[in-house]
Structures are given as C-alpha cells and as structure tokens.
Nanobody
Framework: VQLQASGGGAVQAGGSLRLSCAAS????????MAWYREAPGKQREMVAV???????TYADFVKGRFTISRDNGRNMIYLQMNSLKREDAAVYFC????????????WGQGTLVTVSS
C-alpha cells in the first residue's frame, strides 16, 4: 500500500477544506487509518483515526470541527475540516497501520494547509 494525500491549500479562518488520501493498495485489510499534522517547530500529532468498522476518534482540538471518513471500496480516506482556525495550519499526513516493507506504519506525503485571518 502507498498513500497519496491531496486537497490542501490556503483558506481563511472559518473556512473549510476536504483532504483526501488515495491508497494504491487495498485498505480494507488495514484496521486503523489516520490523519496527522505537523506544524512548523512542533511535533507531529494525531488529528483523527478511523477503524475499519468506521469508529472514529478525534484529538480534542478538532472535535466538532473535523470529520474523518473512509471508503474501502475506493481505497480512500478523507478529512473534512470545517471552522478552520489559524492554529490548524500545518502539513497534514495520512497514515495506515500496516507494514511498510521494513517497519510498521505507513505514511503518505503531506499536504499543506494554510489558514489566514
């Protein structure tokens, strides 16, 4: 499985963006799929994770604003981001709990989200 994130861009505070992550392989065998983010000078942090059963867990700082979803049939995961704040600006990465060939955990390349006031 390889992951390709897209959908980032520039948005004003209060606006919305939808991130997509396309998997080259079948994600129906992967339990946890997640979105992380990394802001300049900060550590990468988990934003949201979704199980194969569709159970989603969110970081407190995005609860009520972001929604993670997955479409196993299309090998896609999504992150709908509403009511964006300046502090949401970061590079967003998708992640799969699967073997990457040498280690456990597969990362996609990031997509940049910038939020202006």
């Amino acid at each position: 499985v390889q992951l390709q994130a897209s959908g980032g861009g520039a948005v004003q505070a209060g606006g919305s963006l939808r991130l997509s992550c396309a998997a080259s392989g079948i994600i129906s065998s992967v339990n946890n799929m997640a979105w992380y983010r990394e802001a300049p000078g900060k550590q990468r942090e988990m934003v949201a994770v979704i199980t194969n059963d569709g159970i989603a867990t969110y970081a407190d700082f995005v609860k009520g604003r972001f929604t993670i979803s997955r479409d196993n049939g299309r090998n896609m995961i999504y992150l709908q981001m509403n009511s964006l704040k300046r502090e949401d600006a970061a590079v967003y990465f998708c992640h799969a709990d699967t073997w990457n060939g040498s280690n456990w955990g597969l990362w996609g390349q990031g997509t940049l989200v910038t939020v202006s006031s």
